[in-house]
């Protein structure tokens, strides 16, 4: 049958150009045409020789006898394939774009198949576009007191946005809301889908330039903390806290049937004291969110609410224990628990009804639009719109350090030094003494009142909070240069 495969010892030693020896059969290679050449080396390539013995090696080519049209024999050529030969034959032949579309074909390492017209496990990286620092922002940047370098750094990752630009250098680039285009979609999506925030994966990204890794890293160190995850975990703290002190005051009836001394009070004594430590605890972690969104201003100011109805109650319970331990051990008791209880409940927490906090959301919504016009009055250098927006901001939102911040900025460029000093201080107060941003524009308008040395004294402070910045060390060095002028 033509195209069986046969076995060795049966070819024709005469058609297939081999001639025999006592122990083996040669191949004569002058008897082989470009064809035949070409069909071993694919054999030979392909594996069908090499790790397994030659009693089980494939098949070679056969030449096998076949009639012709003038009726005489002739010499022709036939390949024997096995199945993995078959299959690979006919992975060559296909066409490039069915190729393309059979997804579940296996992709071999060999150089034959990781050919172009495979397509790619991952998409092309998309390049960030970048763009040229604005000259005007710059200038208006370095006017201010700011590096050159840095200037033209941060106008260039914050969009040539003048008032983005100031807080990306002082440090407060989690806290702007201006979106900055060097910044990937892509980058942003992969670190969403790796757990963080999107706004926390954009500030980090814009700080590192764009680099996943390092945003990770920034991340990881707690510079760009997630404020809607903390005040979740806040929260639940505080409920867990209510809890414990539910319990405490519904024991309270049942100490009465006992004899008060100081060995009965104690152990409540103590978990007073822990509670009142961890309320403390938790009343700072929410001194520590400041964040522009307005739902996350919200939420912190009705935790803030919470907080202090818990410890009005936890102070009314400890007033409690104290005028028990006066009582002498011997004596009865002369007030009745019952009533202690009744008192607490009226001072339990104070946490505005839903009109309230549609109210409250409203007033900060019309802050937030104010501050973000009076971003928009300092872009354009207008500094009295500026100011006027920022205060009106501030009679709705008191208690907001970014718009004391911002305000004290505008006044410093309308040379009321005095007004900027107040509010610049005020600033990093609610910030929990730890703005550097505040400390440094507080900096700024003691200068502008010749007070060199307390603004030393303020830009030491936001030195120890962002060490190693060079804007801070710049106006540091001046100041103490001042100083040690002669008068």
Same mark, same amino acid.
């Given at each position: 049958?033509?195209?069986?495969?046969?076995?060795? &010892?049966?070819?024709?030693?005469?058609?297939?150009?081999?001639?025999?020896?006592?122990?083996? /059969?040669?191949?004569?290679?002058?008897?082989?045409?470009?064809?035949?050449?070409?069909?071993?080396?694919?054999?030979?390539?392909?594996?069908?020789?090499?790790?397994?013995?030659?009693?089980?090696?494939?098949?070679?080519?056969?030449?096998?006898?076949?009639?012709?049209?003038?009726?005489?024999?002739?010499?022709?050529?036939?390949?024997?394939?096995?199945?993995?030969?078959?299959?690979?034959?006919?992975?060559?032949?296909?066409?490039?774009?069915?190729?393309?579309?059979?997804?579940?074909?296996?992709?071999?390492?060999?150089?034959?198949? /990781?050919?172009?017209?495979?397509?790619?496990?991952?998409?092309?990286?998309?390049?960030?576009?970048?763009?040229?620092?604005?000259?005007?922002?710059?200038?208006?940047?370095?006017?201010?007191?700011?590096?050159?370098?840095?200037?033209?750094?941060?106008?260039?990752?914050?969009?040539?946005?003048?008032?983005?630009?100031?807080?990306?250098?002082?440090?407060?680039?989690?806290?702007?809301?201006?979106?900055?285009?060097?910044?990937?979609?892509?980058?942003?999506?992969?670190?969403?889908?790796?757990?963080?925030?999107?706004?926390?994966?954009?500030?980090?990204?814009?700080?590192?330039?764009?680099?996943?890794?390092?945003?990770?890293?920034?991340?990881?160190?707690?510079?760009?903390?997630?404020?809607?995850?903390?005040?979740?975990?806040?929260?639940?703290?505080?409920?867990?806290?209510?809890?414990?002190?539910?319990?405490?005051?519904?024991?309270?009836?049942?100490?009465?049937?006992?004899?008060?001394?100081?060995?009965?009070?104690?152990?409540?004594?103590?978990?007073?004291?822990?509670? /009142?430590?961890?309320?403390?605890?938790?009343?700072?972690?929410?001194?520590?969110?400041?964040?522009?969104?307005?739902?996350?201003?919200?939420?912190?100011?009705?935790?803030?609410?919470?907080?202090?109805?818990?410890?009005?109650?936890?102070?009314?319970?400890?007033?409690?224990?104290?005028? /028990?331990?006066?009582?002498?051990?011997?004596?009865?008791?002369?007030? &009745?628990?019952?009533?202690?209880?009744?008192?607490?409940?009226?001072?339990?927490?104070?946490?505005?009804?839903?009109?309230?906090?549609?109210?409250?959301?409203?007033?900060?919504?019309?802050?937030?639009?104010?501050?973000?016009?009076?971003?928009?009055?300092?872009?354009?250098? &207008?500094?009295?719109?500026?100011?006027?927006?920022?205060?009106?901001?501030?009679?709705?939102?008191?208690?907001?350090?970014?718009?004391?911040?911002?305000?004290?900025?505008?006044?410093?460029?309308?040379?009321?030094?005095?007004?900027?000093?107040?509010?610049?201080?005020?600033?990093?107060?609610?910030?929990?003494?730890?703005?550097?941003?505040?400390?440094?524009?507080?900096?700024?308008?003691?200068?502008?009142?010749?007070?060199?040395?307390?603004?030393?004294?303020?830009?030491?402070?936001?030195?120890?909070?962002?060490?190693? &910045?060079?804007?801070?060390?710049?106006?540091?060095?001046?100041?103490?240069?001042?100083?040690?002028?002669?008068?």
């Amino acid at each position: 049958k033509i195209g069986a495969p046969v076995k060795p &010892d049966a070819w024709p030693a005469a058609s297939c150009g081999m001639s025999n020896g006592a122990d083996r /059969m040669e191949l004569d290679l002058e008897d082989l045409d470009e064809e035949d050449l070409k069909a071993l080396a694919e054999v030979s390539k392909k594996g069908y020789y090499h790790g397994r013995p030659k009693s089980d090696a494939a098949s070679q080519p056969v030449r096998i006898e076949a009639p012709t049209e003038d009726g005489e024999t002739k010499n022709c050529k036939r390949i024997a394939f096995d199945d993995y030969q078959r299959k690979w034959d006919h992975f060559d032949k296909e066409d490039a774009e069915s190729r393309a579309a059979d997804t579940s074909d296996v992709i071999s390492s060999s150089p034959a198949r /990781m050919s172009s017209d495979v397509p790619a496990a991952f998409p092309p990286k998309q390049e960030a576009t970048f763009v040229e620092p604005d000259e005007a922002v710059v200038a208006q940047l370095t006017a201010m007191g700011f590096d050159v370098e840095d200037c033209r750094a941060a106008a260039v990752a914050t969009n040539n946005q003048s008032d983005a630009a100031v807080e990306f250098l002082l440090g407060g680039r989690q806290n702007s809301l201006v979106s900055v285009t060097s910044i990937g979609d892509a980058e942003v999506s992969l670190l969403v889908e790796m757990g963080f925030a999107e706004a926390q994966a954009r500030a980090a990204l814009a700080s590192c330039g764009n680099c996943i890794e390092k945003a990770v890293e920034a991340i990881h160190l707690g510079k760009f903390p997630d404020h809607g995850a903390s005040l979740l975990v806040i929260s639940q703290q505080l409920t867990e806290l209510k809890v414990q002190v539910e319990e405490l005051e519904s024991a309270s009836p049942g100490l009465a049937s006992l004899p008060l001394d100081a060995s009965a009070l104690t152990p409540r004594s103590k978990r007073l004291r822990s509670l /009142m430590e961890t309320l403390t605890q938790l009343s700072c972690g929410l001194d520590a969110i400041d964040g522009d969104d307005v739902a996350i201003r919200e939420a912190r100011r009705t935790e803030l609410l919470r907080c202090n109805a818990l410890e009005a109650r936890l102070t009314h319970l400890r007033t409690r224990g104290e005028e /028990m331990s006066a009582v002498s051990a011997d004596a009865p008791l002369v007030f &009745d628990e019952r009533e202690a209880a009744r008192e607490a409940k009226e001072l339990a927490e104070n946490v505005p009804d839903s009109e309230g906090v549609v109210l409250a959301a409203l007033r900060l919504g019309q802050a937030e639009r104010l501050r973000v016009a009076g971003n928009e009055a300092f872009k354009t250098s &207008d500094f009295v719109e500026a100011v006027k927006n920022y205060r009106a901001a501030l009679d709705l939102d008191g208690e907001s350090a970014v718009i004391l911040s911002n305000l004290a900025a505008a006044e410093i460029r309308l040379g009321e030094f005095d007004a900027a000093v107040t509010h610049a201080g005020a600033a990093n107060e609610l910030s929990g003494g730890f703005s550097a941003k505040a400390l440094f524009r507080q900096g700024q308008a003691l200068e502008g009142l010749a007070r060199h040395l307390e603004a030393c004294k303020s830009y030491e402070r936001a030195l120890a909070v962002e060490p190693g &910045d060079r804007t801070l060390q710049q106006r540091l060095d001046v100041c103490r240069g001042l100083i040690s002028e002669p008068a």
